[in-house]
């Protein structure tokens, strides 16, 4: 007997989360619905994909709070009529999947399916990537300034000179920016920075 496949569904308004999980039934997929990113964070799942509302900064959060769990699962984001700008914006941001709503149980599936095939070879790229960009958040704009400058191969004084200040006080800022992303040597740093696409 095949198991049943279950997904797990954030979505703020409550008529299309209900369309969804019913037109899901009807393809014998289980769906665990919430309405909030916080929400799910409370009841995370062991495995299975995620299906989440294209909404503010969404896929960004879920991914964070994977990266800081180190598990990766499988994202796939949905809006209404959504232009190609914003499909393309939610993968680049980390979502595998994309499909627009309404949408039939089997363009739902086979969006789903081609991202737990996509997540076993990027899965672990993109914790490293959410993990990477949470990092480089915690630095001031002067220290992103920095890093981005040290990629680059500059040095203090060519740091300094680029950003007009001291190769003193472009010391003092790779120090800070170091111990922020937890860093014990430059190429670390720079990894980081790669990591995350800072530097492209």
């Known amino acids: 007997m095949l198991q049943r496949k279950t997904l797990y569904l954030v979505d703020t308004d409550t008529h299309r989360r209900a369309s969804i999980c019913h037109a899901l039934a009807s393809a014998d997929i289980y769906v665990e619905p919430y309405d909030s990113i916080e929400e799910i964070k409370v009841h995370w799942p062991r495995h299975a994909a995620i299906l989440v509302e294209d909404l503010d900064d969404h896929i960004a959060h879920l991914l964070e709070f994977m990266a800081d769990r180190h598990q990766w699962l499988p994202l796939i984001a949905f809006s209404e009529d959504p232009p190609a700008q914003r499909v393309a914006s939610a993968i680049l941001s980390g979502a595998l999947g994309y499909f627009a709503w309404p949408a039939s149980p089997q363009e739902i599936e086979e969006a789903v399916d081609r991202a737990e095939a996509d997540s076993n070879l990027l899965g672990s790229f993109r914790l490293r990537q959410a993990r990477a960009r949470s990092q480089i958040q915690k630095l001031t704009r002067r220290e992103q300034q920095v890093l981005s400058a040290i990629t680059e191969g500059l040095s203090n004084r060519e740091i300094g000179e680029r950003?007009?200040?001291?190769?003193?006080?472009?010391?003092?800022?790779?120090?800070?920016?170091?111990?922020?992303?937890?860093?014990n040597h430059t190429s670390e740093a720079i990894r980081i920075a790669i990591e995350a696409t800072l530097v492209t």
Do not use: D
């Not at 006080?169 to 992303?181: A, D, G, P, Q, W």
């Open 163 to 183: 950003l007009a200040i001291s190769p003193r006080t472009v010391e003092i800022h790779r120090s800070n920016m170091l111990n922020k992303v937890g860093a």
